[in-house]
């Protein structure tokens, strides 16, 4: 059965695409070179380990490359790049992806191999870059970006492939001369040009607590869907409010977690005990986490704070718990946690 992971915007933020669990082996310089010195040792360590991973399991080997000096051309500069690395060889299908971010010249390419290029079209990739890797590198926040971007071509992936789990080196491989056909696409970048304004929404009135968990989450929908980044709206707790003060909400990042929480609301599963609420999926769509709820004096309000400390997610969008000591444990009697946390049914 294809296995389907989503992203969700308010963990992305938090724990965007944690490796958590990963061994360290092969070459970093196979998956990150940063000739540039732009990105932290922490940021070249994630992106490396969530490369190996995704070869590992997608059998998709990503690279990132952060130029030193400008190109004359970025698309040239990128098949060269390519082929030079041999992006896909490693695959069995040509199936390589580059980032190539020129900070100089303030571009951002992404070259899509062969073997991808029905998975991620052209149209896709443009949407990447301009809905969700500028607003993190105009905050100067390149790494995020970049792992922000890993995360939607991960959840694309898992949509369309019907290969799990497939480990790199076995089988036959490509033996292509050439890895990329020159698909993919460019955007202008502005790094550190800007955090994102948080304006004050002209809809905000109408985003108030609500008189039911459910219909607080269905207003949460409305947010997605309208694409508003209002930190101050009442539908979130006070301790929400500041969380979202803080972190960068893309329009990528909501238009992909308001399709997930549309298909999956007819499944939700609502529990109360006095002043707070726990809404729950079917733990069979481990992409589908929990929301946390808190009444106040006007209503139902969405904890979203307090999801960021409980809750986490691996490099495949799966959710698991940080910690079971937390005032929500109410609501998952019925579950028990293995040791990385991941939750299952407790049998009867």
Same mark, same amino acid.
């Given at each position: 059965?294809?296995?389907?992971?989503?992203?969700?915007?308010?963990?992305?933020? @938090?724990?965007?695409?944690?490796? &958590?669990?990963?061994?360290?082996?092969?070459?970093?310089?196979?998956?990150?070179?940063?000739?540039?010195?732009?990105?932290?040792?922490?940021?070249?360590?994630?992106?490396?380990?969530?490369?190996?991973?995704?070869? !590992?399991?997608?059998? /998709?080997?990503?690279?990132?490359?952060?130029?030193?000096?400008?190109?004359?051309?970025? %698309?040239?500069?990128?098949?060269?790049?390519?082929?030079?690395?041999?992006?896909?060889?490693?695959?069995?299908?040509?199936?390589?992806?580059?980032?190539?971010?020129?900070?100089?010249?303030?571009?951002?390419?992404? !070259?899509?191999?062969? *073997?991808?290029?029905?998975? #991620?079209?052209?149209?896709?990739?443009?949407?990447?870059?301009?809905? $969700?890797?500028? =607003?993190?590198?105009?905050?100067? +926040?390149?790494?995020?970006? /970049?792992?922000?971007?890993?995360?939607?071509?991960?959840?694309?992936?898992?949509?369309?492939?019907?290969?799990?789990?497939?480990?790199?080196?076995?089988? !036959?491989?490509?033996?292509?001369?050439?890895?990329?056909?020159?698909?993919?696409?460019?955007? &202008?970048?502005?790094?550190?040009?800007?955090?994102?304004?948080?304006?004050? %929404?002209?809809?905000?009135?109408? #985003?108030?607590? $609500?008189?039911?968990?459910?219909?607080?989450?269905?207003?949460?929908?409305?947010?997605?869907?309208?694409?508003?980044?209002?930190?101050?709206? !009442?539908?979130?707790? =006070?301790?929400?409010?500041?969380?979202?003060?803080?972190?960068?909400?893309?329009?990528? $990042?909501?238009?992909?977690?308001?399709?997930?929480?549309? %298909?999956?609301?007819?499944? @939700?599963?609502? /529990?109360?005990?006095?002043?707070?609420?726990?809404?729950?999926?079917?733990?069979?769509?481990?992409?589908?986490?929990?929301? #946390?709820?808190?009444?106040?004096?006007?209503?139902?309000?969405?904890?979203?704070?307090?999801?960021?400390?409980?809750? *986490?997610?691996?490099?495949?969008?799966?959710?698991?718990?940080?910690?079971?000591?937390?005032?929500?444990? #109410?609501?998952?009697?019925?579950?028990?946690?293995? +040791?990385?946390?991941?939750?299952?049914?407790?049998?009867?």
């Amino acid at each position: 059965m294809r296995q389907r992971t989503r992203m969700l915007v308010i963990f992305l933020m @938090a724990c965007v695409l944690v490796c &958590t669990g990963c061994s360290h082996h092969g070459d970093d310089l196979d998956f990150v070179d940063d000739r540039a010195g732009l990105l932290t040792s922490g940021e070249k360590d994630r992106i490396a380990r969530l490369g190996e991973k995704l070869l !590992e399991e997608l059998d /998709i080997h990503i690279k990132t490359v952060v130029l030193k000096e400008s190109p004359v051309d970025i %698309s040239e500069k990128a098949v060269d790049i390519f082929d030079r690395s041999e992006l896909g060889k490693k695959t069995r299908e040509s199936r390589g992806v580059l980032f190539l971010i020129d900070h100089m010249g303030r571009h951002v390419r992404l !070259e899509i191999g062969y *073997g991808l290029e029905g998975v #991620f079209p052209d149209g896709f990739v443009g949407y990447i870059e301009r809905r $969700q890797m500028v =607003p993190f590198f105009a905050s100067g +926040k390149v790494g995020n970006g /970049i792992e922000a971007a890993y995360e939607l071509l991960v959840e694309k992936a898992y949509g369309v492939t019907t290969v799990e789990h497939k480990e790199s080196g076995n089988g !036959e491989k490509t033996d292509a001369i050439h890895y990329s056909g020159g698909a993919g696409a460019e955007t &202008t970048i502005e790094i550190g040009g800007g955090a994102l304004e948080k304006e004050r %929404s002209a809809l905000a009135a109408e #985003f108030n607590a $609500q008189p039911s968990p459910l219909s607080a989450l269905e207003k949460y929908g409305e947010v997605l869907r309208l694409r508003i980044k209002d930190p101050d709206l !009442e539908l979130y707790t =006070p301790e929400s409010r500041l969380f979202f003060a803080g972190w960068i909400v893309t329009d990528a $990042q909501q238009d992909n977690e308001s399709r997930k929480l549309e %298909s999956d609301l007819a499944a @939700a599963e609502v /529990i109360t005990v006095e002043d707070r609420a726990v809404i729950r999926f079917p733990l069979s769509d481990r992409g589908s986490n929990p929301y #946390f709820l808190v009444r106040g004096a006007d209503g139902w309000m969405l904890d979203f704070a307090g999801m960021n400390r409980v809750i *986490g997610f691996n490099h495949k969008n799966q959710w698991f718990f940080r910690t079971q000591g937390h005032p929500y444990l #109410f609501a998952f009697d019925d579950v028990y946690c293995d +040791k990385n946390g991941f939750p299952h049914e407790k049998r009867r």
